[in-house]
């Protein structure tokens, strides 16, 4: 029974590999399927992160959460066309960066192609991820951080680290070079954003009241919303990253939702267990869990794998946010390190274990005979983490020089950032 | 003329509403209020963190009587607010100085 899913996908294992190979030629169904998980990753930010987050965060502070989704997906918008992309994408240089050829995205047009694609929507769909990544870390740091030094954070972080290593993994860069597998951004969105937010968070210190008043969340009903169009969005994501329409892709899709289901089971019967209510806002952090975790995997693993990998990440994820964040002491507000970080590095070294050649034969890991997948796995999680940590707080001091400082004053974080910076409200009551 | 006020468990309302319809009340006004007595709150669990809640959602009524009819007032209030847990609430009582109906200036009696 348990070899039917790459049984299927067995036969379609070369198709995409030769026409990559024959390359430049435009394939319609290609272009359709990618238009449409462009799409779906792009609400995954202003609409599913920011309803997720949004709910999340407490009432007073509900808008300025949904106000810096929106602001991080518009910044990444616009810097990856002037220099993300090319940054990212353009010619390799030494393996680091991409180069500046392709600034406001000069020398690509209608007619341009990457593989069956044009590349236009190639550079949309990459864009999406990274708006995506920035807006991930501010889970981190919701209810207490400046917008302006918001802002200019997330153009610095985009160009100076995000580009970088989507450059390293996806865009001719040493880290793909070496052999790391990351389907659809384990590494390079979800470690990557985990570890910015954890150090963020330390830089700026506990909200006022933390661990002594309670921070209820406004609304988990919007957090419920957030996570199913999360979910959704996150078909496209993963689907999406075999930049085809095809096999993989179908398999990918399939083990991307069996993952999400089983990972919202695992933190939910966790929870349960421990402290004896299975809550919404568990079952909603255990899809996310799940879906972060497979995300490396996606078109690297068969279904059973899914499976561990999904369960694992529910329980982590349950850990991470109940245990490690208790422990280690953090105002980790969201969460964003606890199930991003966690998740990705368990998603991470799992496809290194699970990597399976009759899924797609680019990956080959542990349990398929090849240990130094997951070494290669290991080497790469730990080059992200620590280049990841280094950047990030050389940027948060240059953006403390530009901003004159990084956090809201007290009488605004007690007020709340809606009225004190927007000058709105999330919810009008009596 | 005295004044009620019922604390009271807020899916009570509609019994004591009918209670008091039937011995001829004929307005109240009515807030959703929160507090704690002997009751004390419960806790609620978001990600692994406990918050305490301390303050429990009721509803308190609030009705203006001539000073004779107050007694049976409240034991109607009593009886169809009671549910026989804790937490059913409190009923005050206190007298009022002077009432006027905004709409014609009556005063006293004719006012309530």
Not at chain 1, 218 to 241: D, E, M, R, V
Request: aromatic share 10%; hydrophobic share 50%.
């Amino acid at each position: 029974m348990r070899v039917k899913p790459w049984m299927i996908a067995a036969p379609l294992l070369f198709t995409p590999f030769s026409l990559a190979r024959a390359a430049d030629t435009l394939d319609t169904g290609d272009t359709a399927w990618m238009i449409v998980s462009t799409a779906l990753v792009m609400m995954m930010t202003p609409a599913g992160l920011a309803l997720f987050y949004g709910g999340m965060s407490r009432y007073k502070n509900l808008l300025n959460t949904i106000a810096m989704t929106i602001v991080a997906y518009c910044l990444g918008s616009v810097i990856w066309v002037l220099w993300g992309y090319s940054l990212a994408f353009g010619p390799d240089h030494g393996g680091i960066v991409g180069g500046l050829t392709h600034l406001f995205m000069n020398g690509i047009g209608v007619d341009s192609l990457q593989g069956s694609i044009p590349t236009y929507v190639f550079a949309l769909f990459q864009m999406t991820f990274a708006c995506i990544t920035v807006a991930l870390v501010l889970g981190s740091i919701v209810d207490r951080m400046k917008f302006s030094s918001w802002i200019v954070f997330t153009v610095l972080w985009i160009t100076l680290i995000y580009c970088p290593i989507a450059h390293w993994v996806w865009g001719g860069g040493w880290m793909g070079s070496m052999g790391a597998l990351d389907f659809a951004g384990g590494t390079v969105v979800h470690i990557n954003a985990g570890v910015a937010g954890l150090v963020l968070a330390l830089v700026l210190g506990k909200r006022i009241g933390y661990g002594k008043e309670s921070m209820f969340p406004s609304s988990i009903t919007l957090t419920a919303l957030g996570a199913a169009l999360l979910w959704f969005g996150w078909f496209g994501f993963n689907a999406g990253s075999q930049l085809a329409a095809d096999g993989i892709a179908g398999s990918a899709f399939l083990v991307t939702n069996t993952s999400a289901a089983i990972g919202a089971l695992a933190w939910m019967f966790a929870e349960w267990t421990v402290s004896k209510k299975p809550t919404v806002l568990g079952m909603a952090s255990g899809i996310v869990a799940g879906l972060v975790a497979i995300t490396p995997a996606a078109g690297f693993v068969n279904m059973p794998a899914s499976l561990v990998i999904g369960a694992g990440a529910g329980l982590l994820g349950y850990v991470g946010v109940t245990v490690l964040k208790r422990k280690l002491g953090y105002d980790d507000s969201l969460d964003a390190f606890g199930v991003h970080g966690v998740c990705g590095i368990w998603g991470a070294l799992a496809t290194g274990l699970f990597a399976n050649p009759a899924v797609n034969e680019a990956g080959r890991g542990l349990f398929y005979g090849n240990p130094k997948q997951l070494w290669i796995q290991i080497i790469s999680i730990v080059a992200t983490a620590v280049f990841t940590a280094v950047g990030t707080i050389i940027l948060i001091y240059i953006t403390r020089f530009i901003t004159g400082g990084l956090r809201v004053a007290k009488e605004s974080e007690i007020e709340g950032l809606d009225s004190a910076l927007h000058g709105e409200r999330g919810f009008e009551i009596i | 003329m005295k004044k009620i006020e019922a604390i009271i468990k807020p899916f009570k309302l509609d019994d004591v509403k009918e209670a008091l319809n039937e011995i001829g009340i004929q307005g109240m006004t009515i807030s959703e209020v929160k507090g704690y007595g002997r009751q004390k709150g419960h806790k609620e669990i978001y990600r692994g963190a406990e918050y305490i809640v301390d303050f429990i959602p009721k509803v308190k009524i609030e009705i203006v009587v001539e000073a004779e009819r107050a007694e049976n007032i409240v034991e109607k209030i009593r009886e169809a607010a009671n549910t026989g847990k804790i937490g059913d609430g409190k009923i005050f009582v206190s007298p009022i100085e002077e009432a006027i109906r905004v709409r014609t200036g009556e005063t006293g009696k004719d006012a309530i």
